[in-house]
Every structure is written in C-alpha cells, then in structure tokens.
C-alpha cells in the first residue's frame, strides 16, 4: 500500500471509531448474514464477543499498516483458524463486500473514491494473506 492508501484507511478508520463499536459491527454482520444466510451458521449464537473481535482485529490492523510484516503472521494464523471453521476463499470476497459497504454507510460523506480505492486494496492484501 502507499502512504496515501495507508493515511486515507487510519483517517477513516479513526473517524469510523467514532461510532459504537457494537453498532459498526451490528451493521456489518447483519448485511453479510442478510446477503449470505448460509454463513450466519458458521458464528455463534451470541455474537457479542464476535462483535469485539472484528473491532479489534481491525483496529489493530489499522494501527500497523505501516509495518504490516509485524502481523503477517498473526493474519496468517486467523486465516488457518477460520479454514477450520469451514472458510473458503469465495468467503472473503462475501465479507470485504459486507466490509465495504459498512466503511461507506458509516463514514457518509467522509466516505469517497480515495477511501473505497484504499480499503479495498487492504482487504485484498489481507484476505490474501488470509488465504495463504
């Protein structure tokens, strides 16, 4: 990623946090299980603590773009756990859909061509990885 990929992904990120957690993630489960209900068996019950784990994976991700090597492995590994969950690589492109769409919900008008452009790259490195 460039500099400007990777400023544009903290700046919305940063503004995005600025929403309840819960309800950035509420969003973002409930249009991924609304336009896929088949994945919706593949997580818990209870999601709160799903909820949290996205949040932070994410947050944490965000904040080491500038050194993405430092987590490759952790990435890899989340990947590895998620093939035992029955993940396959159509899955990634059903969440970065889902991903996308809450990144543009929730920013608004913070929401443009720039931020959709880096995001979308960032999944795409990270599913990448993700999948091996």
């Excluded at 946090?17 to 299980?33: E, T």
């Excluded at 209900?37 to 947050?59: C, G």
């Excluded at 859909?97 to 931020?115: I, Q, R, S």
């Amino acid at each position: 990623m460039t500099i400007i990929e990777i400023r544009e992904v903290k700046r919305t990120w940063k503004l995005l946090r600025n929403i309840n957690p819960s309800i950035v993630a509420d969003a973002f489960y409930s249009k991924l299980f609304l336009e896929h209900p088949r994945l919706r068996s593949m997580f818990p019950k209870d999601m709160d603590e799903q909820y949290d784990k996205l949040i932070t994976m994410l947050s944490k991700i965000v904040a080491r773009l500038d050194n993405l090597e430092n987590i490759q492995q952790e990435v890899v590994d989340m990947g590895e756990r998620h093939k035992s969950y029955g993940v396959v690589p159509k899955h990634y492109d059903m969440v970065g859909e889902a991903l996308l769409w809450t990144l543009e919900k929730g920013l608004g008008d913070d929401w443009n061509d720039e931020a959709a452009k880096a995001w979308s790259k960032c999944y795409g490195i990270l599913a990448a990885e993700m999948m091996g």
